[in-house]
């Protein structure tokens, strides 16, 4: 009898379930028709340098994943590290996103190295393919060789560790760790990084990547969110055109170039007016190198001591100084190379750019304004006022209603307060449209 009840009990017990499912809410709270939404998972490969451009790119992406809703944001990271300035701002719009963020280095063979390692201990979510690797983190100053520098690299090395540790401390990520990769410039596999507690992961592909984010938690600004990944969409978000050339110009050492073309072409221009090109040339320079400079860390003395450079040079073209104003103006144009960066940050434009381009750039501003100069000082070679001072043969007796004059091959009609018979040799005095006024000279008769 028993038995019978317990038999009796569960067929009652499965029509209730069965009847709950077919009329209404299922066990997951979900309704009969209603499919699940699938989740929005945003891409983005950054496989460059840390540089503006990728900047700019990742601020985009995290714009557009948080209007969308989506529900986290990849990272796909290969990079050899870049500019330490450009990465602070790049972690700090990772540590302030709205969206969980997870960096994953791909695919094998790929590197996070340098500023890529601090990026990646940022994210919400850290992983690597297998054969990849994460490391070598200490900033590389451009600008060795004195005690100065020495004690700039420290300050540079002293202040990227301590982001490193508080980066790392923030995550839950080894900060041991991170601190040794910026002063001793440590590297780790993949497996290493896992097993040292750098990432969460080793994820195969992308595929694996979202199965293992799947159910974690993470934290945000406005608490911990948990990813629950279906069905996942993925939107992957690209390089615009105006990041493709913020990438390509904002070295330092090519927008550093693209002023110094900008600055000679325009001088240029100015020195000899209507040649157009390099003036055209100049400008378009000039305008890509501005563009590039407000992206990075640039010294307002540095430039401004250029701007003087060229204005100083200009002014030895319309002022007779001597060379005075043309010395200060390459005096100008060196302080202000060496002085454009604000080196402070880790930027800075290599030796091999810096001498050589002021060294040629400042060859060429001397020359074009020694020509400039001489032509400005030099007596005229054509045209009525080069016939001032030159001497000619009488040919018809010159006097005060006129006579002929043989100068350069041609006869002129010429005038003169005094009578001055044929066969004498005068000197021009004057230019009256196409009528010359002598004087005789002491030569006499020929």
Known sequence: MKGKKNFTGAVLLFSVILISYVSGPGLCGQKRGESISPSK?????????????????IKRSIREAAR?????????????????STL????????????????YVAPSGAQAASAGAILTISANIAAMAPGTNIGAAHPVSLLPGTEKDKTMKQKIENDFAAMAR?????RGRNVKWAEKAVRESVSASAREALKLGVIDFVARDLNDLLRQMNGMTVKL???PVRLTIRSPKIIEIKEDLREKILSTIADPNIAYILMMIGLTGLYFELAHPGVIFPGTIGAI??????????????STTGLLLLLLAVVLLVMELFITSHGVLGAMGLLALLLGSLMLFDTSTGVSIDPGVLWPTVLGIGSFLATITYL????????????????LGKRGIVRKAVGQR????????????AVSRETIPEGSEVEVTGVDGLKLRVSKTHGGRT
């Not at 602070?88 to 960096?103: C, K, L």
């Not at 508080?166 to 923030?170: L, R, T």
């Not at 001489?374 to 006022?385: F, H, V």
């Not at 006129?402 to 009609?413: A, D, I, K, R």
Request: with cysteine; charged share 15%; glycine share 12%.
């Open 402 to 413: 006129g006579g002929q004059v043989f100068l350069h091959g041609e006869l002129w009609t």
């Open 166 to 170: 508080s980066v790392a401390s923030e």
């Open 221 to 223: 600004h406005r608490g």
């Open 68 to 84: 969308g809703n989506g529900t986290c944001l990849v990272i796909e990271l290969d990079t050899p590290g870049g500019l330490a």
């Open 88 to 103: 602070r701002d790049m972690v700090q719009e990772v540590m302030a996103s709205p969206v969980p963020i997870a960096v």
């Open 41 to 57: 998972i945003y891409l983005v490969r950054l496989k460059e340098s840390i540089n503006p451009g990728a900047a700019e790119l």
């Open 372 to 387: 400039a100069t001489r032509a400005t000082l030099s007596r005229p070679k054509s045209g009525a006022e080069a016939l």
């Open 285 to 298: 320079s000039l305008l890509l190198g501005l563009f590039a400079l407000q992206a990075l860390p640039v």
